[in-house]
């Protein structure tokens, strides 16, 4: 049977420690996977540090014991950033979980001109709460111990008007059918922020600025791809080409 990876940020990243797992876990553990105490599971605190650990209770109160830390690390050797224009349906959802099995580090979900999905501040924050769960369980499925950050919401414009030019190191990039380069012809820089629109694409304006704050267009060849597809691709292509895909 696979192991099963709890993710936990509570726990205390020391060999012999205990930990009492939360609610989710705990039913997961206990109900969904109908372990008995001195069953092995796997917990990881989503910045890095990883465990085998045995459990040492099941009821009232689900704990673990930390038996063996495990140090193996599943992160891409680069810095992905994705700038997703919000979807609809689940199509953000699954943006997401790709996203992370494909070794995403930071996802910015966006609202544009064209965007259309509109959320009051309440439910724009429950959307980023189970964006963030998404990507948690993307981890546990795929082997990651680091848990990439969810972004609050934020406008296009908002985020521009934060991030002119390249200071940070990393090469940003406009995902634009127009566009004339294409993303193998990018200097291996191990930085990408990838900026990727709504069904109904960016404006001539957002275009502009997104010029305006350093922004390279590239094409992903002379189809139009969904929005959710073109994320995928563009991190595989990252990946195959600089990373380790
Ligand atoms: N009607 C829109 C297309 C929207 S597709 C238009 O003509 O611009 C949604 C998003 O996916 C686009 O904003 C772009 O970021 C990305 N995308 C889709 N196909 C692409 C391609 N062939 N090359 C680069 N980006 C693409």
């Not at 540090?49 to 009821?59: K, N, P, Q, R, S």
């Not at 959307?127 to 296009?156: D, Y």
Request: aromatic content about 4%; charged content about 25%.
């Amino acid at each position: 049977m696979r192991i099963p990876r709890i993710y936990d940020p509570k726990l205390v990243p020391e060999l012999g420690s205990n930990l009492t797992l939360d609610d989710f876990g705990a039913n997961h553990v206990a109900k969904v996977l109908r372990l008995k105490p001195g069953a092995l599971i796997r917990v990881f605190d989503g910045h890095g540090h990883e465990f085998e650990a045995t459990l040492t209770a099941v009821g009232k109160k689900t704990t673990v014991e930390l038996t063996r830390e495990l140090t193996r690390s599943v992160e891409s050797p680069l810095k992905l950033e994705l700038l997703q224009v919000v979807s609809r349906g689940d199509r953000m959802d699954f943006t997401i979980q790709k996203a992370v099995e494909l070794g995403i580090s930071r996802i910015v979900p966006l609202t544009s001109e064209r965007c259309g999905v509109k959320l009051d501040p309440e439910r724009a924050a429950k959307k980023i709460e189970s964006f963030q769960k998404i990507a948690i369980a993307a981890c546990e499925q795929c082997g990651r111990n680091v848990v990439p950050e969810v972004t609050p919401l934020q406008t296009l414009d908002a985020f521009l008007a934060a991030h002119q030019g390249n200071a940070d190191g990393f090469i940003n990039l406009t995902l634009d059918p127009r566009a004339q380069s294409k993303l193998t012809d990018l200097p291996n820089s191990g930085h990408y922020r990838i900026l990727i629109g709504p069904e109904g694409g960016f404006s001539a304006q957002e275009v502009a600025a997104t010029e305006q704050a350093g922004f390279v267009g590239v094409s992903l060849g002379p189809r139009i791809l969904r929005t959710e597809t073109a994320a995928l691709v563009t991190l595989s292509i990252l990946g195959a080409h600089f990373g380790d895909l």
